[in-house]
Structures are given as C-alpha cells and as structure tokens.
C-alpha cells in the first residue's frame, strides 16, 4: 500500500542546487535559523576546479559565516596569486607581466583600505565543501542525487516535484519560498519563463585538469594564471591559452579554445596531453591527466530575477565570460542580499516588498557583471596584435612578427609600445576594485535620508568609492576592543540589523526597543568611542560616517547601509523607517527626508 503513498516533505525554503548560490543560501538560512532543504542532482559538490578568484565581498560573507580561517587555510595568497605572466609557452620566451589582483602597490592600498578580508584563489573544488560543511552545522537539510523536475505555487507556497537519481523515486516538497540556485542550464529559471537577454554560446573553450610538478617553471614567479600565446583556436577563440593553478605547484587547468562552429571536440587523452605540452612548451614533462570539459562564452542577464515565491540567483540570472573572476563572487552575494529577506519573511516580520527588493537590487548588479566581464573579453585582441598573432598563421610566422619588436627599427619600437599599452590596459580586467565593491542599491528597503545620489566621481570600475549614503555598502574601519582590532564589519551581520553611532547616540537603544516592540525585529545598537565596549582607535568612524556624533547608520544584515540618520533628533522616525525597509508600510521612500 506504501507504494501508492507520494510522499510529501515540508520545509520552509527549497534551494535548488548546491553551486556557490546555492550552498551560501543554505548556510546563511541555516545560519539564521531558517528551515531549509537544499538540493543537488549530482552526487558530489563540484568535480572541477572552475571559479577560484574568491573577491573581498566573497571573503566579507565567509567571515559572517565564522568561514574566513578556514578559507584561508585552503586558500593560495594574494602575493602568490598576482603576477599575470605572459609568455610563449611556460618554457619559452615571457612577453611581459602585469600585476593583478590588487597587488600593484598603488591599487594595494584602496584594496587594504576596502575590507578587513583579503582577495585569494580558492578552487571551486573546495569552496563548496566548506560552504557546504557550514551548512550542514548550522541543521540544514542537504540532499544529493536529488534532481528538480517541476514545479507549482500559489499565494500559500511553492510545491515542487523532486527525484531521488538513484531510485527514480519521485516525492514532492511543499515549501513556502524555493530558491532557484541551479546554474547555467537553470530549469528553474525556463520553467519561470524569466526574460533573458544576450547570447549563449559565443565561443568555445576547454579546460583540461591534470598533475604536472611545473616548480622548475613558475615556482620563481608565482601567478595564479599563465597566459599563452600561440597560434591557433586559444581561449574563447582568442589565440590565448591559459594554465591555471590549482595548487602550487602541481595541480593544473589548462584552458584551450574550440571553434564554436564546429562545436565541442571530442577531446582525447593523445589530444589533450598535446594541448597541454604545447602550453607548457616541453614534452618531456610528466602530465597525469585528469577530467577535461568544455564550457562557452556567454553573455546573459535575467531581466527579470523573481516570480511570486521563487527567485533565481547565480549564474541562473547571470552568465559571463570568467574575466574579472566575479562568478561565483556574484553568485555568493545574491545569496548574501535575499537570504534575511526569506527569513525575515518566514518569521512573519516582513511584508512582498521587501522581498521584491531582491529584483531592485540584484538584477541590476548581474546586468552590469555580465557587461563588465564581456567588455573585459575586449582586452584580449590588442595584445594579439601588438604580438603579430592575429595575423600569424603558425608558430614560425608568429616568432617572425614578434622579431621585430627586438629591432632597433620605427615598427620594432611601434610594436614594443602596442604590447606596452595592451598590458597595461588589462586593468580593468584584473584590477577592477570597483567592479568588485561598488555597488549601491535603489529600492524600498533602503530609506533616504535625503542626501543627493553622488554617483561615482572617478572611475566607476578601477576606484572603490565608499560612502555611507543609503544603499551603499557598509564602510570598513578598524575599531578597538580590549586592545585587539576588530573590523565595523565584525560589529554587524550575523542575520542581525544594527545601529552604529557614537558618543550621545544612547537614545538609539530605545528607538531599536520601539522598533523591537512594533515588528519583532531585533536591532543591535553599538556606541563607539571613549569609554565604550568599542572604541574608534584611529578616528576612522568618526571620520567617515559623515553624520554627528550623535547620528546613526542602520546596518542591514547584508553590511548595507538601510538609513541614515545625521543626529540623534532622528531616532523618533526609527520605527517608521524600519517599517519600510522591511515593506510593511506603503510609506515612500522619502519618509526620512521629511
Ligand atoms: P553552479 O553551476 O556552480 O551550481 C549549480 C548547482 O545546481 C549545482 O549544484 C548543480 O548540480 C545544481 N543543479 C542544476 N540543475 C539541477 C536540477 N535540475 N536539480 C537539482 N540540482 C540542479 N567565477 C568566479 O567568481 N571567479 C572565477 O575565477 C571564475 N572562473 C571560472 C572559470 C571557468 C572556466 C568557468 C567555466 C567559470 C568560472 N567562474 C568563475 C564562474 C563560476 O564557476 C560560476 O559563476 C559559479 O559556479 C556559479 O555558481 P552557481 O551556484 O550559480 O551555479
């Protein structure tokens, strides 16, 4: 008779997918004490390295998590990371280099100044393991060889129609918000119907992991990536080939290019150690080779990111070429942004806009990542012709064209200065700290104050422009607590609203208790300065909060300014405020402003 049951499982939030979307969602509901079921139709995290640029915005969200240590123990360092080598092959003659990743010391400071965390080179291979381990601590239901087929809602909750792989077995999960985590192929995503913009499929590209002690070549010049110029397919069709480490000095990707047209090749063990060799420029080398998979250049963006009860997040809204490395950096903070709002919405304390200020606030960001990535592509081309590779059709021609630019000759030196200003023009590919920590929110869980929208006064991309206007990012400080340093970003987080304000701000621990009283919802109020639990060691709080002593910056728990207040006259408007940000008024934005 049991066979005839379909069994139904109820949970609070069903996420599809364990990528990095999926997995972060996971462990900040966990975290925050969110019933969650979290699904994968494979059955294990990631086979393959993949994504391994892990941002200071990645790093921010693993410290909330009580992750940092812990990723920075499998982590490689910024140092041992970020020195782009360009050459012929890993043996043969280097073209010139370009320091990334910040660690030019005149982008070292604005990135030091930025964040308590440091940008580092975490393989996807462990960085789902990690997530996932925190997820499963903090009491989440993770489920393997479990596929999405369908699913249904309604203004009570979504219900979706689940497989167990191994046994065919099909069950339903009632849920009352799901979470659409599910990549590149997302099937949640088709059966939302969400609009997609751009193209799929736009080049070709093969990554070929295998095991090779490469000290001899590179242990002298650390990188984490290895640019190869040869003739031929390349990265993305490029003429580019790329060996990137996975572990010092022994674990390897080798990224080679396919033509598109053809479609993806039957790739060979013969085939692939020859791609290899001919990236590492000596066949004598030992290669044992691992998996290899294709994979394309995209450019898409969801406009729409969101239907009724389910959202899509990660590359399910948002799919790119890897330059600039914001993948799953993205994918994390999508999760980071609509992660409080499902719990805040499961515990009844907020109203449908908060949670449509997912759409607000992220769609916008994945557009942008997804144009900033595909012009980075751009970057590519000069260098190919500066280098005579974009007309060289084999090795020998190639090696002819890049003799010039050893002679004493007009075009040796024009060639000498093309390659000069294509390398230096892979800024904004590689050191991009604006890309990575400039983004600002618009929507109705960020309460004006009625400052005017500064915008970005110098390069929107290179500079990170931090401020504390509504919807920017929380400013990074060091603070002092029993002679130890702690980060502004230590004193918030954690699933929790908070309050910081100085000297004479004490009135704001009653307005957070009113606000306590009138929604349920908890506000941490912290004073800084002289004689409190957390004092403002080098002013920087002072300095940059641009308000008064007295004032106030309500902290959402994703490290997002909500409001702010320029003194402590304000704190009366407190309830109202967070009424709006957590959409239970139909106030308008400017209720602060008033
Ligand atoms: P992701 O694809 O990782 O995960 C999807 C999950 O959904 C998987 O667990 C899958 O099993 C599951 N799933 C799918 N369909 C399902 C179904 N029907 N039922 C159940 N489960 C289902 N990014 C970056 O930040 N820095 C970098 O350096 C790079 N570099 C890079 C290099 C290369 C070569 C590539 C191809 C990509 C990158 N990226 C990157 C991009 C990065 O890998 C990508 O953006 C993230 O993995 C996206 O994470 P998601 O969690 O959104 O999807």
């Known amino acids: 008779m049991s066979e005839n049951i379909h069994e139904i499982v109820q949970t609070d939030v069903l996420i599809v997918g364990l990528g990095p979307a999926g997995a972060t969602m996971s462990a900040l509901l966990g975290q925050y004490g969110v019933k969650n079921l979290a699904i994968n139709m494979w059955s294990s995290t990631a086979p393959t390295p993949r994504a391994?640029?892990?941002?200071?915005?990645?790093?921010?969200?693993?410290?909330?998590?009580?992750?940092?240590?812990?990723?920075?123990?499998?982590?490689?360092?910024?140092?041992?990371?970020?020195?782009?080598?360009?050459?012929?092959?890993?043996?043969?003659?280097?073209?010139?280099?370009?320091?990334?990743w910040h660690t030019h010391p005149e982008n070292q400071a604005q990135h030091d100044l930025a964040s308590p965390t440091a940008v580092?080179?975490?393989?996807?291979?462990?960085?789902?393991?990690?997530?996932l381990g925190a997820a499963q601590r903090a009491g989440s239901s993770i489920r393997f060889e479990t596929k999405?087929?369908?699913?249904?809602?309604?203004?009570?909750?979504?219900?979706?129609?689940?497989?167990?792989?191994?046994?065919?077995?099909?069950?339903?999960?009632?849920?009352?918000?799901?979470?659409?985590?599910?990549?590149g192929n997302s099937q949640v995503a088709k059966d939302l119907d969400l609009p997609l913009e751009g193209k799929m499929g736009l080049a070709g590209s093969m990554n070929i992991h295998f095991k090779a002690d490469l000290s001899s070549y590179v242990a002298h010049r650390p990188a984490d990536m290895y640019w190869v110029f040869q003739p031929g397919e390349g990265l993305a069709g490029h003429g580019v080939?790329?060996?990137?480490?996975?572990?010092?000095?022994?674990?390897?990707?080798?990224?080679?290019?396919?033509?598109?047209?053809?479609?993806?090749?039957?790739?060979?063990?013969?085939?692939?150690?020859?791609?290899?060799?001919?990236?590492i420029g000596d066949d004598s080398v030992d290669v044992e080779l691992g998996t290899f998979n294709t994979w394309t250049v995209n450019k898409v963006?969801?406009?729409?990111?969101?239907?009724?009860?389910?959202?899509?997040?990660?590359?399910?809204?948002?799919?790119?070429?890897?330059?600039?490395?914001?993948?799953?950096?993205?994918?994390?903070?999508?999760?980071?942004?609509?992660?409080?709002?499902?719990?805040?919405?499961?515990?009844?304390?907020?109203?449908?806009?908060?949670?449509?200020?997912?759409?607000?606030?992220?769609?916008?960001v994945g557009e942008y990542v997804v144009n900033r990535a595909f012009a980075s592509m751009g970057l590519l081309p000069p260098i190919l012709g500066a280098l005579g590779?974009?007309?060289?059709?084999?090795?020998?021609?190639?090696?002819?064209?890049?003799?010039?630019?050893?002679?004493?000759?007009?075009?040796?030196?024009?060639?000498?200065?093309?390659?000069?200003?294509?390398?230096?023009?892979?800024?904004?590919?590689?050191?991009?700290?604006?890309?990575?920590?400039?983004?600002?929110?618009?929507?109705?869980?960020?309460?004006?104050?009625?400052?005017?929208?500064?915008?970005?006064?110098?390069?929107?991309?290179?500079?990170?422009?931090?401020?504390?206007?509504?919807?920017?990012?929380l400013r990074h400080v060091w603070l002092e607590k029993d002679q130890r340093l702690v980060s502004s970003f230590d004193l918030c987080g954690k699933g929790q609203f908070t309050i910081l304000t100085g000297i004479g701000g004490e009135a704001w621990v009653d307005a957070a208790a009113a606000v306590k009283g009138a929604t349920g919802v908890e506000i941490t109020v912290h004073v800084i300065g002289?004689?409190?639990?957390?004092?403002?060691?080098?002013?920087?709080?002072?300095?940059?909060?641009?308000?008064?002593?007295?004032?106030?910056?309500?902290?959402?728990?994703?490290?997002?300014?909500?409001?702010?207040?320029?003194?402590?006259?304000k704190a009366v408007e407190l309830v109202d405020v967070m009424k709006q940000v957590l959409g239970l008024t139909a106030a308008s934005k400017e209720i602060a402003a008033e």
């Not at 580092?120 to 997530?131: A, G, H, R, S």
């Not at 709002?341 to 949670?355: I, P």
């Not at 004092?535 to 409001?563: C, Q």
């Open 52 to 100: 391994h640029i892990t941002n200071q915005r990645a790093m921010e969200i693993l410290r909330d998590l009580g992750l940092e240590d812990a990723a920075k123990d499998i982590a490689v360092d910024q140092k041992t990371m970020g020195d782009l080598v360009l050459c012929s092959s890993l043996a043969g003659e280097e073209f010139g280099r370009k320091l990334t």
């Open 241 to 279: 080939g790329v060996l990137r480490m996975v572990k010092p000095w022994t674990d390897w990707v080798g990224v080679w290019g396919y033509d598109i047209q053809k479609g993806p090749p039957e790739l060979t063990d013969d085939m692939a150690r020859s791609i290899v060799h001919k990236l």
């Open 148 to 183: 999405y087929l369908s699913h249904t809602q309604d203004e009570n909750g979504v219900a979706a129609e689940l497989e167990d792989t191994v046994s065919g077995r099909r069950y339903t999960v009632k849920a009352k918000y799901m979470v659409g985590a599910d990549g």
């Open 530 to 569: 002289a004689g409190q639990e957390y004092k403002d060691a080098y002013g920087d709080f002072a300095r940059t909060s641009e308000t008064e002593e007295t004032g106030a910056l309500l902290v959402r728990p994703d490290m997002f300014i909500g409001w702010r207040a320029g003194d402590v006259s």
């Open 120 to 131: 580092c080179d975490i393989p996807q291979t462990l960085m789902e393991p990690l997530i």
């Open 389 to 473: 590779l974009a007309t060289a059709p084999d090795p020998e021609s190639m090696k002819a064209a890049m003799e010039k630019r050893k002679t004493a000759t007009e075009e040796g030196a024009k060639q000498r200065a093309a390659l000069r200003g294509a390398i230096d023009g892979l800024s904004p590919g590689f050191s991009a700290l604006g890309a990575e920590l400039n983004q600002r929110y618009d929507s109705s869980a960020v309460v004006s104050d009625g400052s005017e929208d500064v915008g970005f006064s110098e390069d929107r991309d290179l500079v990170h422009q931090p401020n504390t206007r509504p919807g920017s990012h």
């Open 301 to 364: 963006f969801a406009k729409t990111i969101s239907k009724g009860r389910v959202f899509c997040m990660g590359d399910a809204i948002h799919r790119h070429p890897p330059m600039n490395g914001l993948g799953s950096n993205t994918s994390m903070a999508d999760a980071y942004n609509l992660a409080w709002k499902l719990a805040a919405a499961v515990n009844g304390q907020a109203g449908e806009a908060l949670l449509s200020s997912y759409q607000d606030e992220r769609q916008p």
